[in-house]
T-cell receptor
Framework: QQPVQSPQAVILREGEDAVINCSSS?????VHWYRQKHGEAPVFLMILLKGGEQKGHEKISASFNEKKQQSSLYLTASQLSYSGTYFCGTVTGANNLFFGTGTRLTVIP | EAQVTQNPRYLITVTGKKLTVTCSQNMNHEYMSWYRQDPGLGLRQIYY???????DKGDVPEGYKVSRKEKRNFPLILESPSPNQTSLYFC??????????????FGPGTRLTVT
């Protein structure tokens, strides 16, 4: 029941933008996004609920298309601190949260 | 301070020697869960619990047991560890009300090596 994330890895220069996609084969109630720094626990970024909403968090925002069962995370004007592995988590009817395999983002000067 | 704690943080053990990894949260969360993280496989759920005395299997439950006797604690038990259970383990908790899953908090992780 793991959602599928793409790309698996991306390298950016500071100031560049990136999009990380997350898709599920099941109907979704909500989508969660987390970021994990190397050697640390994942940290919550945002939740998107049914209704096709878009949310923002500093220069990081996300959208949720419930009809397509997809979500995208947008990172604009990337900073070195954005480096890490990003996970989407999807919640289906069972109210359980399943995580994707992650997208490793590296921002270089 | 709101937190999820896990112990031990690092553990090296031998095949077949029973072990328990403890997890505790101080946020009165209904939902708790265990994940294992392996390179390239992301976070895979082992077991989860919607509330006290309510537990269920996740995607990779084989070789693991859990219990939820108190709301704050959710220990992970490996009755007979094997080398393929060498991994990084995370405990997590969140509020679960009216069918809505809230922000999930993760513990610091337990790195387990089974030789």
């Amino acid at each position: 029941q793991q959602p599928v994330q793409s790309p698996q890895a991306v390298i950016l220069r500071e100031g560049e933008d990136a999009v990380i996609n997350c898709s599920s084969s099941k109907a979704l109630y909500s989508v969660h996004w987390y970021r994990q720094k190397h050697g640390e626990a994942p940290v919550f970024l945002m939740i998107l609920l049914k209704g096709g909403e878009q949310k923002g968090h500093e220069k990081i925002s996300a959208s949720f298309n419930e009809k397509k069962q997809q979500s995208s995370l947008y990172l604009t004007a990337s900073q070195l601190s954005y480096s890490g592995t990003y996970f989407c988590g999807t919640v289906t009817g069972a109210n359980n949260l399943f995580f994707g395999t992650g997208t490793r983002l590296t921002v270089i000067p | 301070e709101a937190q999820v704690t896990q112990n031990p943080r690092y553990l090296i053990t031998v095949t077949g020697k029973k072990l328990t990894v403890t997890c505790s949260q101080n946020m009165n969360h209904e939902y708790m869960s265990w994940y294992r993280q392996d390179p390239g496989l992301g976070l895979r759920q082992i077991y989860y619990s919607m509330n006290v005395e309510v537990t269920d299997k996740g995607d990779v439950p084989e070789g693991y047991k859990v219990s939820r006797k108190e709301k704050r604690n959710f220990p992970l038990i490996l009755e007979s560890p094997s080398p393929n259970q060498t991994s990084l383990y995370f405990c997590a908790s969140r509020r679960q009300t009216s069918g809505k899953a809230g922000e999930q908090y993760f513990g610091p992780g337990t790195r387990l090596t089974v030789t």
